[in-house]
DNA sequence: CCGTCAGTACTGTACCGTCTAGTCTAAGCG
DNA sequence: CGCTTAGACTAGACGGTACAGTACTGACGG
């Protein structure tokens, strides 16, 4: 029964080592997202990930060093996900307009899922105790968002799409003028309050609306 | 020495287990505020209530209980801070967006408080255990003031100050506008990210700069 | 044979909630 | 004033459970 996964088909005894691994970080994803850090115990894990308690102590020292390791792992997967790639020429005002709305529909997509929405409470209901976690979270998620979006702005200012006199500002704003209701919104009252995506998509489109009606140049609005 | 407060001057029985009910509400919020809910244990709490833990199960049956005590009570008290009394009668476009700075900035400086961003943490952090907590933070917070807002949006565009079409989605805007970027920071980067008052107003009237710029009648505008 | 692992027992600690035995205070009564 | 009663409180022990991390035994694969 325990051959039913054969190493991954590596066959060799360092693959199934690293299948191990595997299969106690997603056991440890699983069950730390689903009863945060006090409430998750080892052996659930272990007996999750089909793997003796002592495998898993050999593997990550200790149930911080796990933990770290998750949550790591998670944040910088997810902040890579919304990576703001580069910015395409835009030369028209409507092509902004529709740039900024799939991006902060992309956003919200990302962001929005139950996974992500349990680590962010988890994290932050673990501030106190793991304070680097959180300011990892922030750095990989928020701030890696504005200071994508205030270059981005700033180039739109200098073609004369936009007219922005501090992009840092302009960035703050519209990236919580998209998120903040609903993610405040999920986090509070859970998963089921998760808007579907057409939900999501009129929530990017009102806050490009309020954005562009701020810092949109007059001449070419409407 | 146990004399030194005599039961808060009444001196009676009822007056005594009334100041016990106390100390212990105030020594709860203490830990659970830093320790977290399943960090917190009773003991901690009876010795630092002064108190004999048996005292304190007589007041309050449980651990769970007496969670939800305090973070009821807390919610409801940081509610009615924020309250916006009724809303004065504004005829000039200036006068408009003095109001609204002072009402952003009393908003921020009540939210971004230690104990109620730990708050906050610990509402979120056990979103899962308490979902009725969560519920209730959010309905006396962001749900309150923002129909509270939407209301006042509703008269103002009646009175010409503004053109809001749809008000909930302009008083939503205007709250996250203000709010989200401060508190963010300060839920993921700790008590110690709290910006000082003078940041704070900052952020308000860079917030109501904005927002007016979107829905302020143009020719009023400056 | 040697390394890796499963299975499991074990150690030490922590903690919720209860229980017991006794103290303190206010009040009623002779 | 002395005695009693009732209720609230203290201090600490205790039962029962949970859990992090370790130790040990035996099996399996190369």
Redesign the pocket.
């Known amino acids: 029964m325990?051959?039913a996964h054969p190493s991954s088909e590596t066959?060799g005894?360092v693959g199934?080592?690293a299948d191990?691994r595997r299969a106690i970080l997603n056991a440890a994803e699983d069950v730390f997202l689903r009863s945060g850090y006090?409430?998750?115990?080892?052996?659930?894990i272990?007996a999750q990930s089909?793997?003796?308690?002592?495998?898993v102590?050999?593997?990550f020292?200790?149930?911080?060093a796990l933990f770290i390791e998750i949550v790591t792992t998670m944040t910088n997967e997810a902040g890579d996900l919304v990576h703001p790639e580069d910015v395409p020429e835009l030369t028209d005002f409507h092509e902004l307009a529709d740039y900024l709305c799939d991006y902060a529909y992309r956003q919200l997509a990302v962001v929005l899922t139950p996974r992500l929405m349990q680590l962010r409470r988890l994290v932050i209901g673990e501030v106190v105790r793991f304070p680097d976690l959180a300011r990892t979270l922030y750095e990989h998620g928020p701030q890696r968002a504005i200071s994508a979006l205030a270059a981005a702005f700033e180039r739109f200012t200098d073609r004369g799409l936009l007219t922005v006199s501090d992009p840092q500002t302009a960035a703050i704003q519209f990236n919580w003028l998209v998120m903040s209701a609903p993610l405040n919104q999920a986090m509070l009252l859970g998963d089921s309050a998760i808007p579907p995506p057409a939900e999501l998509r009129r929530y990017a489109e009102q806050g490009v609306t309020t954005f562009l009606a701020a810092y949109g140049r007059p001449a070419a609005q409407t």
């Open positions: 325990e051959e066959g005894n199934r080592s191990k006090l409430g998750t115990n080892m052996d659930e272990a089909q793997v003796s308690k002592q495998t102590y050999k593997h020292g200790s149930k911080d």
